[in-house]
C-alpha cells in the first residue's frame, strides 16, 4: 500500500488518475462502465488520505549541553496511601506482582522512593469514607489513653517492607491529618466548615504521634524516614468533615491549617524531633500545598525560624504554576532542594489512550527544567478498577483482588523513571519537550523527548559538548507502543530520529564523558562588592530610594553603603543570581531586553532568566557577568570613568569596561547598641518589648533578645513579644544588634516588666451563626467562644443561653479545650423556616473563674434566612 506524506503529491496522484479514467473511456469504451467506478474509489480515498495522513514538521536541531549541570536526581517514588492498604492485605502472588511492577529496579518502574501515609485514623462511629476503598487509614492509637498498636497498618506496611526489598532507598512519612481524637470536631477528615481542626492545645501531642511513629520504625522496622511532611495541602478549605447533623464528610483524611498554625505545627515537630533525638535521622518537608504557585504563597508566610526548620521544600504539581521559577529561587536562597511530592492526573475512561500520559509527561518536563525538581512522586501508583477515571498507573480490582490492568501511563512513567536514575544530573538541552540526564559513573546520557501534536517531528541530537560518544538504543511509547525498542545510529557524536505523533522517546547513549571545568563560586552568606576594572567604581543603586523597585544601577565610588553590596547565588548550571543587600532586589536587565545598551535595574524576584548571571573567571581576579536570557555582558556605557554612569549590557567587546572584580566584603564592624528599651506588661503570660534601632556601616540584620541573661528570640523589627510566661512574674530584658557578618552590638539597656495575676473573670467573645438543612428541615447553629481577661480559651465554663425569633428553645452546655461549644435551635419543616434566628447567651458559670457580662465583646447574635 502506497503511503504519500504530503498532500500535493497525493493532489497530483489523483489528477493524474483523473487523465487515466479519459484515457480509458476513449480507449475502451466498452470496458469503461467496469473500470471507471474502480478508478473514482481510487480518486476518493487518495483525495480523503491527503487531509489524514500525519505530516512531518521540519527538522529540528537539539543540541545537549554537559556544561550546564542542574540539579542532582534523587529518584521517582509514590505513595503508600490509599493502595498499600488494600493490596497490602491481600498476601498472594497478585500482591508480589504490582510490587514488583512498581518498584523492581530491573523489570519495574524502578521507584526508589516511597512515601508511607501515617494514618491519623477516624472515629470508629464514621462511615462516611467507606465510599473509598482504602482511604480509612487506621491509626496507631484508638483512643486517646490507648497504648500505641503498631499492627494496625499491617497493609500499608507490608508494602513499605516489599518495597524496601526491591531497591527503593528514600523512604519519607506523611500525614493528612491527627487522629480523630485530637481533632476539634472528632472527624479525620476535616473541620465541618473546612477550617483549623487541631485542637489548640494538641499541637505537641500530635507532633509527639508522629515522632514516635518514626522512631518505631526506624527500631522495629528498620526503615529510617529520611523526611517527615506533617501536613498535606494544609492551606486548602476543602477538608471538610461531618457535618453537626452527622452528614457529609469527605471520603478521605485531611486537615486545613492556617498560615500561622502551620508554623505553629511545624515549630512543635520540630521540637519534639530534637528532644527525642529524631532529629539525627529524620528532616521536615513542606509545606506541601496542592500546586505550585500556593506552596510558593505559603512558604513566603513562614518567618525566618520556620524556614530553617524545613529540610525539603514539597510541592504537588497540580494546576497552576505561574510562580515555579520563583520558587525554585526562593529554594535556592534558603539552601532548600524541592521535591514534587504528589501529581495524579486523570484521563480518558480508556486506560490505553495516550493522551493522559502527554498530560503527565508535560507536568514532568516543566517540574525538572523549570522548578528543578530533584524528587518527582506519583500519587496513586495503583487505583481500583471500579469506576471510569485514569488515575493510577496499575489499575487493580481493589474489592476482589483477582486482577490487574497496566495502563498507558505506566509505560509513559517508565520512559523516566527506568531510565533517568538516582544520581544522575540533569544537564542542559535546548528543547522545552525534552529533558536531559547525565551520569559520570555509568558513562551514560539519556534523553526524554515528548511529541505531543498530532505531526510525525525529526529531531538531530548535537552531542558534540561531550569529548566521547559511544552507541545508543531508543525506547518509545505511544498510542500503539509500549516502551517499544526502536533503532538509532550515533555518528560523529549525533543522532536523528523522528518522534511520532502523541509519543515519548527515551534515548540512552553510552560511552559518554564529559569532564566538567573548574567552576567558579561565590558564598552566598556574605556580602560582595562588584567593582568595575576599567573605572575602580562599585555598582550601586541609584537614586534616592534605595528601596524602588526598577530603580538604575550605576557606577559610583565606594562609600560602604548598604546598596552598594550583593549577595551572589548559585542556580545552578553555572549561573547565579545577584541581590541587593539593602532592598532585597534582584540585579535584572530592563523588560527582558535582548537589545544592546538595555539597563541594569534592581526588581523583585520574578524567576525570569533575566535575572540570572552566568560568570566567567578571565584571570587575574577578573570576571565578566553575561546575562543568561541576553546572552550578553555586563558594561559600564561608553567605558565611562564617571560617578553616576549607567550599568548597561552589551555585546561582548573585550573591554575592561566589561571585566568586574567581585570582592567579598570582611565587615568586622559592629553595629551600634539599641537604645530606649522599653518593656511592657501586655497580660498574665506575655511582655511587649520596644527600642530605637541600631545602626551598622553595611546594615542591621536583625536583633537579639534576652531574658535575664539568656537568648529568648530574635527580631527583625524593633519590637518583640515574649509570650509563655508565668503568671505574676517579673522579668528583666536586654537587646543586642547584628549584621549579615554576625557582627553583635554591646547591649541595650536593661527594662523589666511584671505580668499580671492570673485573670479572675470571663467573658463572651464571639458567637458565631450558621445555617443547616436537613431531612427537610432547617435549624440555626451558634458557636459560642469564651475566654478569660486575657484572652485565653476557657475549657469546662457553661454557656446557658435562649433562642428568640423563629424558636424559643433553651440550652446550657459545656465548653472544649478550645474554648467553645457550639448549640443547635429546634428544627423546623423548611417551609415554615423563613425568619431570624438570634441567640442569646444569659449566664455563663465557672469553677474558679467569675463571669462579667460587662466585659463581653458579644452577648448575641442573629441570623436570616
Known amino acids: 500500500m502506497l503511503v504519500f506524506r504530503k498532500a500535493e503529491t497525493s493532489i497530483r496522484m489523483s489528477m493524474y488518475l483523473v487523465q487515466k479514467i479519459i484515457e480509458l473511456e476513449m480507449i475502451e469504451m466498452i470496458r469503461r462502465v467496469r473500470i471507471l467506478p474502480l478508478l473514482l474509489a481510487l480518486l476518493l480515498f487518495f483525495s480523503v488520505s491527503s487531509w489524514t495522513v500525519p505530516t512531518s514538521k521540519a527538522a529540528v536541531t537539539v543540541s545537549v549541553d554537559p556544561s550546564a549541570q542542574y540539579q542532582t536526581w534523587d529518584g521517582w517514588g509514590t505513595s503508600l496511601a490509599w493502595w498499600g492498604n488494600v493490596v497490602g492485605g491481600w498476601n498472594n502472588a497478585m500482591e508480589d506482582e504490582i510490587v514488583d511492577k512498581i518498584f523492581n529496579q530491573t523489570t519495574g518502574l524502578g521507584f526508589n522512593i516511597v512515601r508511607y501515609n501515617i494514618g491519623g485514623g477516624e472515629h470508629p462511629d464514621h462511615t462516611h469514607m467507606d465510599a473509598r476503598p482504602g482511604a480509612e487509614m487506621p491509626g496507631f492509637k484508638e483512643t486517646e489513653t490507648s497504648s500505641y498498636d503498631w499492627l494496625r497498618d499491617e497493609n500499608q506496611i507490608s508494602v513499605l517492607r516489599a518495597a524496601k526489598a526491591n531497591g527503593v532507598n528514600i523512604f519519607e512519612a506523611f500525614s493528612n491529618s491527627a487522629p480523630y481524637w485530637m481533632t476539634i470536631n472528632l472527624c479525620a477528615s476535616g473541620n465541618h466548615d473546612g477550617s483549623n481542626n487541631l485542637k489548640l492545645d494538641y499541637y505537641d501531642d500530635f507532633a509527639t504521634y508522629l515522632v514516635d511513629s518514626l522512631a518505631h520504625f526506624r527500631t522495629a522496622e528498620n526503615i529510617t524516614f529520611d523526611t517527615i511532611s506533617p501536613m498535606n495541602e494544609p492551606i486548602s478549605t476543602w477538608w471538610v468533615g461531618i457535618q453537626p447533623d452527622g452528614t457529609g464528610g469527605n471520603n478521605q483524611e485531611g486537615m486545613h491549617f492556617d498560615h500561622a498554625n502551620q508554623q ?11 528532644t527525642s533525638g529524631e532529629i539525627n535521622y529524620t528532616d521536615i518537608s513542606g509545606p506541601e500545598e496542592y500546586n505550585i504557585d500556593s506552596t510558593f504563597n505559603t512558604f513566603n508566610q513562614y518567618d525566618a525560624a520556620t524556614k530553617s526548620k524545613i529540610h525539603q521544600i514539597n510541592s504537588h504539581s497540580y494546576g497552576t504554576r505561574a510562580n515555579e521559577y520563583k520558587l525554585k529561587n526562593v529554594a535556592v536562597q534558603h539552601g532548600k532542594k524541592v521535591w514534587i511530592s504528589e501529581l495524579g492526573n486523570n484521563g480518558a475512561g480508556d486506560i490505553y489512550n495516550i493522551d493522559a500520559s502527554m498530560v503527565m509527561s508535560n507536568v514532568i518536563l516543566n517540574d525538572l527544567k523549570n522548578l528543578k525538581a530533584s524528587g518527582w512522586n506519583y500519587w496513586q501508583a495503583v487505583e481500583d478498577s471500579a469506576g471510569l477515571n485514569n488515575y ?4 487493580a480490582n481493589f474489592e476482589g483482588a483477582n486482577g490487574y490492568n497496566v495502563t498507558k501511563k505506566y509505560y509513559a512513567m517508565g520512559n523516566y523513571s527506568k531510565y533517568i536514575k538516582q544520581g544522575y544530573k540533569i544537564i542542559g538541552i535546548n528543547n522545552g519537550k525534552s529533558v536531559a540526564a547525565y551520569d559520570e559513573a555509568s558513562q551514560k546520557l539519556a534523553i526524554v523527548t515528548t511529541n505531543d501534536t498530532t505531526s510525525s517531528q525529526e529531531f538531530t541530537y548535537d552531542l558534540s559538548a561531550f569529548s ?5 538504543e531508543g525506547f518509545r511509547t505511544s498510542e500503539t507502543e509500549d516502551l517499544a525498542s526502536v533503532g538509532i545510529s550515533v555518528s560523529n557524536k549525533q543522532f536523528t530520529h523522528t518522534a511520532t505523533p502523541k509519543s515519548i522517546t527515551t534515548y540512552v547513549i553510552s560511552g559518554v564523558d564529559y569532564t566538567l571545568p573548574p567552576q567558579v563560586s561565590f558564598d552566598p552568606a556574605i556580602d560582595y562588592e562588584i567593582i568595575n576594572r576599567n573605572s575602580g567604581k562599585t555598582l550601586t543603586i541609584a537614586g534616592t530610594d534605595k528601596n524602588a523597585d526598577g530603580a538604575l544601577i550605576q557606577q559610583f565610588s565606594d562609600t560602604g553603603a548598604a546598596y552598594q553590596r550583593w549577595q551572589v547565588s548559585s542556580v545552578g548550571a553555572g549561573h547565579f543570581i545577584i541581590v541587593n543587600r539593602q532592598s532585597g532586589d534582584y540585579m535584572d536587565i530592563d523588560g527582558a531586553s535582548t537589545a544592546d545598551g538595555a539597563n541594569n535595574i534592581q526588581w523583585p524576584n520574578n524567576g525570569g532568566i533575566n535575572q540570572q548571571w552566568k560568570i566567567v573567571d578571565v584571570g587575574n581576579g577578573y570576571y565578566n557577568i553575561i546575562n543568561q536570557n541576553s546572552g550578553k555582558y555586563l558594561d559600564i556605557s561608553g567605558a565611562s570613568l564617571l560617578d553616576g554612569a549607567q550599568n548597561i549590557q552589551w555585546q561582548a567587546n573585550g573591554g575592561t569596561n566589561q571585566e568586574w572584580q567581585i570582592t567579598g ?5 559592629a553595629p551600634t547598641a539599641p537604645t530606649n528599651l522599653t518593656a511592657t506588661t501586655a497580660s498574665s503570660s506575655q511582655i511587649n518589648l520596644s527600642w530605637t534601632a541600631s545602626t551598622d556601616n553595611v546594615g542591621v540584620a536583625g536583633y537579639k533578645i534576652y531574658r535575664d541573661g539568656v537568648e529568648v528570640g530574635t527580631s527583625t523589627t524593633t519590637s518583640f513579644s515574649n509570650t509563655g510566661l508565668a503568671v505574676g512574674a517579673t522579668y528583666s530584658y536586654t537587646v543586642k544588634a547584628y549584621d549579615a557578618s554576625n557582627n553583635l552590638s554591646a547591649s541595650s539597656n536593661t527594662a523589666s516588666a511584671t505580668t ?28 459560642i467562644l469564651i475566654t478569660d481577661g486575657d484572652g485565653n480559651p476557657v475549657e469546662n465554663a457553661t454557656v446557658s443561653g435562649q433562642w428568640s425569633g423563629k424558636t424559643t428553645d433553651s440550652d446550657s452546655v459545656v465548653t472544649g479545650s478550645d474554648g467553645k461549644v457550639t448549640v443547635e435551635s429546634n428544627k423546623l419543616n423548611n417551609n415554615q423556616s423563613s425568619g431570624t434566628y438570634t441567640f442569646t447567651a444569659n449566664n455563663v458559670t465557672h469553677s474558679t473563674l467569675t463571669y462579667n457580662s460587662s466585659e463581653n465583646v458579644m452577648t448575641s447574635n442573629s441570623i436570616t434566612k
Open 264 to 274: 505553629q505545627m511545624i515549630q512543635e515537630l520540630y521540637t519534639q524531633l530534637n
Open 392 to 395: 493510577g498507573l496499575i489499575k
Open 468 to 472: 566521547t560518544v559511544g552507541t545508543g
Open 756 to 783: 499580671t495575676a492570673a485573670s479572675t473573670t470571663m467573658r463572651v467573645q464571639d458567637i458565631a451563626m450558621t445555617l443547616a438543612t436537613g431531612q427537610g428541615k432547617t435549624w440555626a447553629t451558634a458557636t
Open 665 to 669: 566584603i570582611n565587615d568586622t564592624e
